[in-house]
């Protein structure tokens, strides 16, 4: 049996940002990932001579208050890394189309069906409707379908239809001291690796919690290997379906909620090649009409004298033979002129209508316990979101403690 005052399962973002409260509160901290690395979402690669790439979030934003405070925290305020100007271009098969940002944007729209919608524009509120429904009332359906559906698919790497319209984008206050969007040298991983670096966390991968059940004042997890671990003070930052399943003894209340957020998968793999292998333009992202995969990511917008890296976000039900043909078809390169790629699996939460009811419902069965839970499926998807989450449950369960 190991105890400690803390025990936090997932080492993504939420669960690091948790661990770091708690420890700067003087708690001995426990972090356990079933993975074999941290970092969730915020998934950095890197090659043998320091050239790092993304395959999960990509950029951060001087609007991003409660992570800017925890890099603060961590000492790496100083690291950060300015992005260049966003270029959005569209694909067309294997090639982008002519153009870029607005103007590319503004051509592909029927102007007729945008013109008119213009009269649907006021008054025209997020709150109560899904994404589909917001902006096909701004566009018109057949623009959304064809232009406006894609290109918002590739924020969350999952058809966007049913989402809580409010929850894709939100507006918060800006840091006029920092750039207006940005990332780490070295990658955007090294916040993760920063926090749980701290002094009181200790970290164990690859170490999968079968269960979870009350041991007197405090919360007993059980391993997959068979240890065990305790604390009175229990965080859950994992996915829906995980947190549910954990809850299923201590909260059935809250595991019910847990239970009702859908979740969709994305595979991503990714490329880093020579400067010159590649003759795709300049850009930041490509978005295709349709195809196997929501967007490709590049570095482009942190340029290197060596190489490019080109991140694809897969949809999941495609098989692995068939995402590596399509990545070498759309990067004009032979499968033997591409070194094996970096590869991720996330697992990404898919929410719908009613989803703050079903949060606030989550909130209540848990309130009046020492156990938290966080992530990426309460306010939204965003890195800030499930910073401010894990911030607000610490306040909740700890800070007082």
Not at 78 to 101: D, I, T
Not at 136 to 165: C, E, I, K, M, W
Not at 351 to 368: C, F, K, N, Q
């Amino acid at each position: 049996m190991t105890t400690s005052d803390v025990l936090v399962i997932g080492a993504g973002i939420a669960g690091a940002s948790f661990a770091f409260h708690a420890a700067r509160a003087g708690r001995r901290v426990v972090v356990v990932e079933q993975g074999a690395r941290a970092g969730g979402c915020l998934a950095t690669a890197r090659t043998a001579d320091g050239y790092w790439y993304e395959l999960g979030a990509h950029t951060a934003y001087n609007s991003y208050g409660a992570f800017l405070e925890l890099l603060e925290g961590c000492g790496l305020l100083g690291e950060l890394q300015p992005r260049g100007k966003p270029v959005l271009r569209f694909l067309e098969g294997n090639a982008p189309l002519p153009g870029k940002n607005l103007g590319l944007l503004l051509r592909q729209l029927d102007l007729l069906e945008l013109l008119r919608a213009v009269p649907r524009w006021r008054g025209a509120r997020m709150e109560g409707h899904s994404v589909r429904a917001h902006y096909t009332r701004l566009v018109g359906a057949r623009n959304y379908a064809r232009v406006l559906g894609p290109l918002l698919g590739a924020v969350p790497s999952q058809a966007p239809d049913d989402f809580p319209a409010e929850m894709l984008f939100k507006r918060r206050p800006r840091r006029k001291d920092v750039r207006r969007s940005f990332t780490l040298r070295g990658g955007l991983a090294r916040a993760v690796e920063a926090a749980l670096a701290q002094p009181g966390i200790e970290l164990q991968l690859g170490c999968a919690a079968h269960g979870v059940e009350r041991a007197g004042e405090s919360y007993r997890v059980t391993l997959e290997d068979g240890r065990r671990l305790e604390a009175p003070l229990l965080a859950l930052a994992v996915p829906p379906a995980a947190a549910a399943r954990l809850l299923a003894a201590v909260a059935p209340r809250a595991a019910a909620q847990a239970a009702r957020v859908r979740e969709s998968a994305v595979e991503s793999l990714a490329f880093a090649l020579p400067l010159s292998a590649v003759r795709l333009p300049h850009a930041s992202f490509l978005v295709p009409r349709q195809d196997l995969f929501h967007s490709v990511v590049t570095r482009d917008v942190v340029p290197d004298e060596r190489w490019r890296a080109f991140t694809f976000h897969f949809r999941p039900e495609v098989e692995r033979s068939r995402r590596l043909a399509r990545a070498s078809e759309v990067l004009g390169l032979r499968r033997d002129e591409l070194a094996p790629p970096a590869e991720r699996r996330h697992v990404l939460p898919s929410p719908v209508l009613g989803h703050a009811d079903t949060v606030r419902l989550l909130d209540e069965a848990l309130r009046g316990q020492p156990l938290a839970v966080s992530g990426n499926w309460f306010g939204g998807l965003a890195i800030e979101d499930c910073v401010l989450r894990s911030k607000a449950e610490w306040r909740r369960v700890g800070a007082g403690g």
